[in-house]
T-cell receptor
Framework: KAGVTQTPRYLIKTRGQQVTLSCSPI?????VSWYQQTPGQGLQFLFE???????NKGNFPGRFSGRQFSNSRSEMNVSTLELGDSALYLCASSALAGANTEAFFGQGTRLTVV | DAKTTQPPSMDCAEGRAANLPCNHSTISGNEYVYWYRQIHSQGPQYIIH???NNETNEMASLIITEDRKSSTLILPHATLRDTAVYYC????????????FGTGTSLTVIP
């Protein structure tokens, strides 16, 4: 069974540009959540989608957005990139909703903003 | 969300059991305890989770105290590949799959 796939693995963008990252969850999983990891702030929750609806959102500016498609694949977009957006972006998928369901993470997309 | 407290770092000799503690004194009755680990720059890996009973799987055991205010993750025979940052997370909510990670414990397994 394939795991969570994130593309691309590495990305370099210029300040002010926008970027789209992709996440394909484990087959059959309907929940996808996104996280940002930086050395200074650690792992922080961005948002979560379930059946194409955003259910939860972390404390990030509106430049960070996402969506989920009918096949459960998800994309996140960051507009007007800032140097501080350089981070490892992680996607996790879960089969079900609720607190008794483990999430499985992808390997992440390493974004560098120059 | 209930906060967790973990020691910032620990060492363990290869082949010995690694016991990683976690305090979650404000945990509520419907909140689960999850453990993940992250090997440098990889995605976090699920290890185990539980509500109030002790749990065991092929990777580890989770011991939760009776009052649920603390727990211990046990890796029975640590190997060099177990060197990683271990996160203890208290997860809330009947809806939503978000995790709130703390700073974790950096475990170093020593040959």
């Amino acid at each position: 069974k394939a795991g969570v796939t994130q593309t691309p693995r590495y990305l370099i963008k210029t300040r002010g540009q926008q970027v789209t990252l992709s996440c394909s969850p484990i087959s059959g999983h309907r929940s996808v959540s996104w996280y940002q990891q930086t050395p200074g702030q650690g792992l922080q929750f961005l948002f979560e989608y379930f059946s194409e609806t955003q259910r939860n959102k972390g404390n990030f500016p509106g430049r960070f957005s996402g969506r989920q498609f009918s096949n459960s694949r998800s994309e996140m977009n960051v507009s007007t990139l800032e140097l501080g957006d350089s981070a490892l972006y992680l996607c996790a998928s879960s089969a079900l909703a609720g607190a008794n369901t483990e999430a499985f993470f992808g390997q992440g997309t390493r974004l560098t903003v120059v | 969300d209930a906060k967790t407290t973990q020691p910032p770092s620990m060492d363990c000799a290869e082949g010995r059991a690694a016991n990683l503690p976690c305090n979650h004194s404000t945990i509520s009755g419907n909140e689960y305890v999850y453990w993940y680990r992250q090997i440098h720059s990889q995605g976090p890996q699920y290890i185990i989770h539980g509500l109030k009973n002790n749990e065991t799987n092929e990777m580890a055991s989770l011991i939760i105290t009776e009052d649920r205010k603390s727990s211990t993750l046990i890796l029975p025979h640590a190997t060099l590949r177990d060197t990683a940052v271990y996160y203890c997370i208290v997860r809330v909510g009947m809806m939503g799959n978000q995790f709130y990670f703390g700073t974790g414990t950096s475990l170093t397994v020593i040959p």
